[in-house]
């Protein structure tokens, strides 16, 4: 909110799965219209993640919310960011694309049906991608350190 109150930028962008979902997004949304800014969308996720995004943003004028993207990942016959099976495998029918524009499904909740299956075929597993950490200097008060890095 700071960079839309000091005027420091002409468009926002948020990831809704990541970053307060709904709720925040409500406010930002709300915040970046009275600032006569623009909106877009950060969705670099899977099926789901670009459906619960768009069924937000359909509910402000496009002079508002921009722009959604959809992340073209590599399959076996088509090539694209690196592979991401999951990205579409999530959901029990794909997405319809059509001259460019996501056609919103018009089902109940978010309009899609979750393919459960999903959870046998990708487990969590913990790793360095499950937790964030920052590089920085001497530790002050705050978060604990290993190895020189801030664990938040």
């Known amino acids: 909110?700071?960079?839309i109150f000091t005027e420091s930028v002409d468009y926002v962008q948020?990831?809704?799965t990541t970053q307060g979902g709904y709720p925040t997004a409500r406010r930002l949304l709300a915040e970046v219209a009275h600032a006569g800014l623009r909106f877009a969308f950060h969705s670099e996720g899977t099926a789901l993640e670009i459906v619960a995004?768009?069924?937000l943003g359909v509910c402000?004028?496009?002079m508002i919310v921009e722009w959604l993207g959809y992340p073209c990942y590599s399959t076996?016959?088509?090539a694209g960011m690196y592979p991401f099976p999951l990205a579409s495998e999530i959901l029990k029918d794909?997405?319809?694309i059509e001259y460019g524009d996501l056609i919103?499904?018009?089902g109940p909740g978010l309009g899609v049906e979750v393919d459960e299956r999903v959870i046998d075929r990708y487990p969590w597993r913990p790793g360095p991608w499950t937790s964030f950490a920052l590089e920085d200097g001497p530790a002050?008060?705050?978060p604990t350190r290993q190895n020189g890095r801030r664990q938040l």
Do not use: F, I, N, Y
Request: charged share 35%; net charge neutral.
């Open 1 to 3: 909110m700071d960079l």
């Open 94 to 96: 794909e997405l319809h």
């Open 76 to 78: 076996r016959s088509r």
């Open 14 to 16: 948020m990831d809704v």
């Open 60 to 62: 402000w004028p496009e």
């Open 104 to 106: 919103l499904p018009r």
């Open 53 to 55: 995004a768009a069924q």
């Open 140 to 142: 002050r008060s705050g």
